[in-house]
Each structure stands twice: as C-alpha cells, then as structure tokens.
C-alpha cells in the first residue's frame, strides 16, 4: 500500500475536522483559565489522529463488505479499497492498531486526570464504531450529520477543556454550555462535510439502501440547512467572543466568510461527489485555518 492509498484509505483530508475543535477547546481554556497542560495536549492529540484514522479506515472497510450485489460496479470503480484491490486483512490490523493504540494513551490520560475523560472517550468510541459497523450504522440513519458534528466537534473540544482545567477548577454545567457554544463553529461546519457527502451521494444510498436526512427531508430542505449551518456557525462565534470565551482576535475568523459563501454557491448549483464535495471540505479547511490563526494571535498577544 502506497503512502498516496494510505492517506486516501483514512481520508488524510478530513481529519482538520478533528485538529479543529482540539484547538477551539485549548483556545478557550487559555482565554478562560489561562492555563495549558502541554504535555497532555501532546497525549490527547496524537490519540485523536489515531482513532479518527481508525474510524475513518472502518468506515471504507464496512462499507466494501456490506456493498449490496447490485453495488458491486460502486465497489471495484468507486470504494478506495476496491479501486486498489487492497487487503482486507491488513486493513483490519491497521484499525486494530490504531483505535489501541489510541486506547492505551486514552488509558493514561484517564490514570493523570479522572473518570469524566473516561466517560468521554468511551462515547466517542462507541460513536466511532457504531458510525460504520451494527446492524444499523449511524452513517446510514437520519443522525449521521447531528452525531459526527457533536462528537467531533463539540466532545473533542470538551475533552481539551477538561484536560486543560487547573487543579481548583471542575467541569461543571456552565463550563459544559460554554463549551458548547464555542464548539458552534467546528460543529456546524464538520456536520456540513456530512451532509454534503449525503447530498452528493443520494442516488447512490438509495443503490446501498442508506436512508440518511436527506433521503427523508429531500434535497431542496437540506441544501437550506447546508447554507445557515454556516450563519449559525459564525454567529456562535461572535456571541463567544462577546461573552469573552474567546480572544477578540477570533472575530479575524470572519474574514473567511467570502471564501465559505463562494463555495457554498458552487455547491448549492450541483451536488456531484468527485466535483463539488470538495467545497464542503474547503469550507472546514479554511474556516479552521483562520480560527487557529487567529486563536494563536489571541494567545500570543494576550
């Protein structure tokens, strides 16, 4: 397996979606606490990269298996592992590798913390499998975008908060929502690369027999949604920066709304995966990339 097929096969391009809220949760922590566990840090991040790496090698790998006969052209033109005639055997030992390897560190953590990161790294493993394995994987349901936005976006933000709470601090109920808040941005725009792979790819759920959001709302009424996920993103911002969650400098962040409405056009006009899922993608790149820009400045300068 080439390092090309590798990247492809754990979807390397989507994993901003996890760096993403990592970094708005170390950004309010700063700004709320002004206190960073480093070190910690360095465990929660390379444990994270792992196991969405796991998730998303699981989530090529399911799909492949459970591909209907009818399917069979989508899974040798379309599916990574297919197209390569890759190793089902190897590709199981991978998953295997990483989602324990993200276990042991996930193990370490919890023995330097306490039992609330144990919660939250049993949910997100759960969701994680369950994503693309069951009888009824949740990428398949009417959920897909409401569960990958909140877990990747809102719990892996949670968990760097709590990593990152000085010794007289405790995760409360005010905390939780502050987090939620601040979470708004990477949320929306994580759930939107879910949707726009569902809207893309409605004709072929339908040959896979997926009945996701769009199956049962339509396209038009989740194409209006894919647009003001992004307002509301945005407007999550501004109110966390006004309630000083967050350093003024991540109102930069709205500089980057020219870049999303262009793309979020490109997309509205035609929904074809190979061609404009890619603008989903862009969204979330560039909307992170000026968040962790400037949440650094904020760090910086504050």
């Not at 949604?225 to 920066?241: A, D, E, K, R, T």
Request: glycine share 6%; aromatic share 14%.
């Amino acid at each position: 397996m080439s390092v090309s097929v590798f990247l492809e096969l754990v979807e390397a391009k989507a994993k901003i979606a996890s760096v993403f809220p990592f970094f708005m949760g170390l950004f309010y922590a700063n700004t709320v606490f002004h206190h960073v566990n480093w070190s910690l840090m360095g465990l929660f991040f390379v444990a994270m990269l792992l196991f969405n790496m796991a998730v998303d090698a699981h989530d090529n790998y399911s799909d492949y298996r459970h591909a209907t006969a009818e399917a069979d052209e989508w899974k040798q033109q379309t599916n990574i592992i297919g197209v390569h005639h890759l190793s089902l055997g190897l590709i199981r030992w991978l998953i295997i590798l990483f989602a324990g390897t993200a276990a042991l560190i996930g193990i370490v953590m919890v023995a330097l913390t306490g039992w609330p990161l144990l919660v939250m790294g049993m949910f997100c493993f759960a969701v994680g499998y369950f994503y693309a394995a069951g009888p009824r994987p949740i990428s398949t349901t009417p959920f897909g975008e409401v569960t990958s936005g909140l877990t990747m976006g809102f719990v892996i933000c949670l968990i760097t908060v709590y990593l990152n709470l000085p010794a007289n601090q405790t995760l409360t109920w005010t905390v939780f929502w502050q987090v939620l808040l601040v979470s708004g941005l990477a949320v929306f725009a994580i759930s939107n690369i879910m949707l726009a792979n569902n809207l893309s790819d409605a004709d072929e759920d339908r040959l896979l027999k997926r009945k996701t959001i769009v199956y049962y709302v339509g396209k038009p009424a989740m194409l209006k949604v894919f647009s003001w996920s992004y307002v509301l993103g945005y407007g999550c911002l501004i109110v966390s920066v006004v309630l000083h969650l967050l350093p003024w400098f991540s109102l930069l962040v709205l500089l980057s709304a020219p870049i999303v409405l262009k793309n979020t056009r490109y997309f509205l006009v035609k929904q074809v995966k190979k061609e404009t899922f890619k603008y989903a993608v862009q969204n979330a790149l560039v909307i992170a990339l000026f968040s962790i820009i400037s949440g650094v400045l904020g760090m910086v300068f504050n």
